[in-house]
C-alpha cells in the first residue's frame, strides 16, 4: 500500500492484477477502510484480469483525516431550512478524490464500483465525473431519495453506537454485535473471520472521530433521483433480500432511476460482504464488466 496525493489530500491506495487489464476502482463504505473489503473480492476480480485499485476514502484508515466534529443534527435542521450545512467536505468531494485517485495513475477511464456509502460516491463519481466512469457498479447502496423505506432502527443502532470501551477487544465485541444485526441471513457469520478482520483494521487505523465528518456528508447529500435519470453509462446494480440498514428498495430504486440499469438481489443476502457472497457477486460483476468492455473495443 502507497500513498499518493490527488484531489489536494493525501490517499492511500494499493492495486493487484495486471497492468493492462480493465481498471475498476473500489470505493468503501461509512467509516471503512479499504481493508473492509474481504480478500476474496478483490482477489477474485484480479483473477478475472482486471486491474483492481481500492483505496482509503478521506478521514478514515491511512488517508488524510481533517478537523471539526458536525452535530448532525445541526446538520438535518439546515437542509431542512433549505440552507448549506457547515460541515468539513461533501459526497461529492469524496467523489472528487475517487476521480483525482485515477488521474494520478494514469487512469483515462474506470469501472466504479462502490458499497453502501461507497455506492453513493459511486453513484457521484458517474454524475459528476462521466468521463472517468466506463461503468456504475452500485452495491447495497440508494439513491438518497426520503421516501423510500429506513434502516431498520436496532441496524442504525448498531452501526452509530458508540462501543463501551476504545481497547481492541471492546472495540471487536462491540463490532461484532452490531454487524450481527444487519448480517446475511443466508450465509454463515463467521465470527472469527470477522473478529481477525475488525482486529487487522483496528491495528492499520482506529479513527472514529472520521465517522462523525462521514455521516455529515451523507446526511448533507440531496437526493440523486433525478440526476441519476440523466446517466448515460452502463449501470449494475446489486442487492441483498434481508439488508437491514439500506433495506433491498434502496437498490430497486437505484436502478429504476437509471436508464437501461441491471438489477440483481440476491436471497439472504444482508449488508455485508460474507465469503459465501463473493462467487455470486462474481457471477453478476465480471461478465458485466467483460460485455461493456466488449462494446468498449468494437
Keep these: 500500500m502507497v500513498q499518493i496525493k490527488a484531489n489536494g489530500i493525501r490517499l492511500e491506495y494499493d492495486e493487484r492484477g495486471p497492468k493492462d487489464g480493465a481498471p475498476i476502482l473500489l470505493i468503501m463504505g461509512f467509516g471503512a477502510q479499504m481493508t473492509n473489503w474481504p480478500e476474496e473480492f478483490p482477489r477474485a476480480l484480479a483473477d478475472a484480469g482486471l486491474r483492481v485499485i481500492r483505496f482509503d476514502n478521506r478521514d478514515v484508515g491511512l488517508s488524510q483525516k481533517f478537523e471539526g466534529l458536525p452535530d448532525a443534527r445541526e446538520v438535518r435542521a439546515a437542509m431542512t431550512a433549505g440552507k448549506k450545512p457547515d460541515i468539513p467536505y461533501t459526497l461529492d468531494d469524496m467523489a472528487a478524490d475517487a476521480a483525482a485517485l485515477l488521474d494520478e495513475l494514469g487512469i483515462q477511464s474506470a469501472h466504479i464500483l462502490g458499497g453502501s456509502m461507497g455506492g453513493m ?112 453509462v452502463p449501470a449494475l446494480v446489486l442487492h441483498g433480500s434481508v439488508d437491514a440498514l439500506i433495506p433491498p428498495e434502496g437498490g430497486r430504486h437505484t436502478a429504476q432511476c437509471i436508464p437501461g440499469a441491471k438489477y440483481h438481489e440476491i436471497e439472504g443476502w444482508g449488508h455485508d460482504i460474507p465469503a459465501g457472497v463473493v462467487p455470486l457477486l462474481m457471477e453478476q460483476i465480471v461478465p458485466f464488466v467483460a460485455e461493456v468492455e466488449e462494446r468498449r473495443n468494437k
Design 121 to 232: 460516491i459511486a453513484q457521484l463519481v458517474a454524475l459528476n465525473h462521466p468521463a472517468k466512469t466506463r461503468s456504475l457498479i452500485s452495491i447495497f447502496s440508494t439513491t438518497g431519495e426520503p421516501s423510500l423505506p429506513p434502516a431498520k432502527p436496532e441496524a442504525m443502532a448498531a452501526l452509530t453506537a458508540k462501543p463501551p470501551a476504545t481497547d481492541r477487544a471492546s472495540v471487536i465485541a462491540h463490532s461484532l454485535k452490531g454487524r450481527s444485526t444487519y448480517a446475511s441471513t443466508a450465509f454463515p457469520f463467521d465470527e472469527a473471520r470477522l473478529s481477525a478482520q475488525i482486529g487487522a483494521n483496528y491495528d492499520r487505523s482506529y479513527y472514529p472521530e472520521g465517522t462523525v465528518r462521514q455521516m455529515a456528508a451523507i446526511v448533507a447529500a440531496s437526493p440523486r433521483t433525478d440526476r441519476l435519470k440523466t446517466l448515460s
